[in-house]
């Protein structure tokens, strides 16, 4: 079973920031958060992860909570092509581990 | 980023024959491929582990002489879905890990699968 919940769908103003949020209570201290998204019919993109520290990269933010239960993924000026579904994964290393996918967030991002 | 070539894109064939699926990481050797599966609006689903030069390892409830895994080069991975029927219909995909110290999966386009 999936470690983590998030929100089934959410929306988002095309130009606006878009925040989707994660919780994963049960994380342990050696466990990465990782983001991966998929857009209708392809396989999944890997989007951002990490540890304990916010991370940001060409595609999103990433930010812990610092008790570490919680995360949020930000697309800092959301396009029409970010509609997709966003799933939050917890995993030992990623990639080494097989991840186990959830039910994810469909964010549909409006004009 | 990593390309992961994954074909075809799509197959519809007659129920009771078989479809094979490759998966070919085209710029780096995977000694580890996955195989998930994901039938309409639902989450992807892991169906095995497939490991460069032995056997797959299969998830719960996954019937391996059903889904035939083959991982015989550094390359490429196929699955084999033997005696397709319209039940096995859905969006197949695979992904690999690049290598050590790269902490993401690469993913394949998919497969469409229709059993007729």
């Known amino acids: 079973d999936a470690k983590t919940t998030q929100p089934p769908s959410m929306d988002c103003a095309e130009g606006r920031a878009a925040n989707l949020p994660c919780n994963h209570s049960?994380?342990?201290?050696?466990?990465?958060v990782y983001w991966y998204r998929q857009i209708h019919s392809q396989g999944p993109q890997y989007i951002i992860h990490g540890l304990k520290n916010n991370e940001t990269n060409e595609m999103a933010s990433l930010i812990i909570t610092e008790d570490r239960k919680s995360s949020t993924l930000i697309l800092p000026h959301a396009t029409l092509r970010d509609t997709a579904v966003y799933y939050c994964i917890v995993s030992f290393q990623g990639g080494s581990e097989k991840l186990v996918f959830g039910k994810g967030t469909k964010l549909t991002v409006n004009p | 980023g990593a390309v992961v070539s994954q074909h075809p894109s799509r197959v519809i064939c007659k129920s009771g024959t078989s479809v094979k699926i490759e998966c070919r990481s085209l710029d780096f050797q995977a000694t580890t491929m996955f195989w998930y599966r994901q039938f309409p609006k639902q989450s992807l689903m892991l169906m095995a582990t497939s490991n460069e030069g032995s056997k797959a390892t299969y998830e719960q409830g996954v019937e391996k002489d059903k889904f035939l895994i083959n991982h015989a080069s550094l390359t490429l991975s196929t699955l084999t879905v033997t005696s397709a029927h319209p039940e096995d219909s859905s969006f197949y995909i695979c992904?690999?890990?690049?290598?050590?110290?790269?902490?993401?999966?690469?993913f394949g386009s998919g497969t469409q699968l229709s059993v007729l």
């Open positions: 049960t994380i342990s201290g050696n466990e990465y």
């Open positions: 992904s690999v890990q690049p290598g050590q110290g790269d902490e993401k999966l690469f």
